[in-house]
Every structure is written in C-alpha cells, then in structure tokens.
C-alpha cells in the first residue's frame, strides 16, 4: 500500500507493474533485471515512461520536481491522476524518485500504428483473388434499407484523422485532435477515412453498416502512421466523456 500525502520518501509499494517494480527507499521504479533490453516489445518508446499516482496531489508534486530535474512533462490524464514523461537519461529519472512521491504504477510508453504500411503496397494474397468491393455488407448476411441503421449512435474512430469523402456526410463528424505534440489535425487521412465510411458510409456503392450515425474522429496517429498508448487512452476517455457509443480502434502494438 502507499501512505496517503506528498513528498514522503519512505514509501512501500510491492510493484508497480508487472514489469517495473517500486524500491522501499524512495528511489527511482526499478527497469527489470534485462533494463527492458530483452523486452519482446519492439515499439517501446525511448525515454518516455507513462506514471499514476495515488491522488492529484502527489502527481502534481510530482510534476513540479520533475521540471526541476529537467523531465519534460509530455501530457498528463485524470483518470488515475497519471502523466506521460520524457527523460533525457535513466540517471535524471533515478534522482527524480529520490525526492518525489513514489507512483502507484509505471511502465514505459508504447508506440500504437495502424496495421498497415505506410507508404508501400500491401501484398496480394496467393491464387485468385476477389476484392469485397461494395458487397461486404452482402457477404454479412445484411439486407434491406439501412438508412437508419446507427441512427441516435455515436462511433468514435481512434485513429488518423477522418477526411472528407463522398460517402460521408460532413455534418455527421466531429474532428478532434488527441495528440498534445501534433499541431493541426494531420493530412494523412486515408486510413481514418476508411474505417468511418465503413461505419457510416451512405453512398450507394459504399454503404457502411451503420449510414446515420454519428463519427467522432479522434485523431491518434500522425501523419508517420504512428502514435502512442498514453494518447490512446486519453482520447479513449475523451470519447465516453463527449458521449460515445461504441470506440473503434483498428490499430495496434508490440
């Protein structure tokens, strides 16, 4: 357990993660034995570490030695009063922990990507080969008049940002940007644009599953194709909190 109140340093806590684990001392959440070197996990982010503490008042104080130490505070999230980092080097993160408050829980950061390559053409697969095109619905078992399919929901897509296109109605879609790094909303839209007009689609020759509802796109992924699990989970629960009624996340980590 972690005794409630700020800046104490003699905190006891067993782990912080499956993989990070808490020293009794104080000190920095220690990396596994390997340092996270032989981790299967290929998209880890250098330098970057994702921390909730046991209330806002110790993830504040937190912050506020952590610019001190020169730890550039990336984002942080409510929900599990946790914040996104970024550290020059694992020697400032080690002195950072001997005089903040010890998290509850930490693991590095994570890039997510969507699943296809960016900027290449995707294999075809072997022999004959037939392309859904407009007919994916029919290979479903869906028939009939869908035009009010979806009507009264909400679909968030977690993902680049949606662009316009022919089959979506504008009125429908909402564009938010998640990323606290990224600018404008991106110009890469292709993938984003994809998934919404498989959703909402209302053209005749490309009718999503649900044609009148609503599309909250949220944007989580560059232009690079790529983003991360903290700005994932944020724009998670921007999308309960602005009223969504089903989350769409076509992408994915190592």
Do not use: C
């Not at 693991?107 to 075809?124: D, I, Q, R």
């Not at 479903?140 to 869908?146: F, H, Y």
Request: charged share 20%; glycine share 12%.
């Amino acid at each position: 357990s972690v005794p409630r109140g700020a800046g104490q340093t003699n905190r006891s806590v067993t782990a912080l993660s499956s993989n990070a684990v808490a020293t009794s001392d104080g000190g920095a959440p220690k990396a596994p034995a390997d340092g996270y070197k032989n981790w299967p996990k290929p998209d880890t982010i250098p330098g970057e570490y994702v921390y909730s503490f046991y209330d806002d008042n110790d993830r504040d104080t937190f912050i506020q030695l952590a610019r001190l130490q020169g730890v550039v505070i990336v984002d942080k999230l409510d929900l599990g009063f946790s914040v996104r980092v970024r550290v020059p080097d694992r020697q400032s993160l080690d002195e950072l922990f001997r005089r903040a408050p010890t998290p509850m829980d930490g693991s590095p950061n994570f890039f997510v990507k969507a699943p296809e390559v960016f900027g290449k053409n995707p294999e075809l697969p072997q022999g004959a080969y037939k392309p859904f095109g407009s007919i994916a619905l029919q290979w479903l078992g869906v028939s009939g008049d869908l035009g009010a399919w979806g009507k009264g929901m909400t679909v968030a897509v977690l993902d680049t940002v949606v662009g316009k296109h022919r089959s979506l109605e504008e009125d429908n879609i909402e564009r938010l940007k998640g990323a606290p790094e990224a600018g404008e909303l991106g110009t890469l839209t292709a993938h984003g644009t994809a998934v919404a007009s498989l959703v909402a689609g209302g053209a005749a020759d490309l009718t999503g599953l649900a044609p009148a509802s609503k599309i909250l796109s949220i944007q989580v992924l560059g232009d690079d194709g790529s983003g991360d699990t903290f700005t994932l989970a944020k724009a998670i629960v921007d999308a309960v909190n602005r009223g969504a009624n089903v989350i769409n996340l076509s992408l994915g980590t190592h």
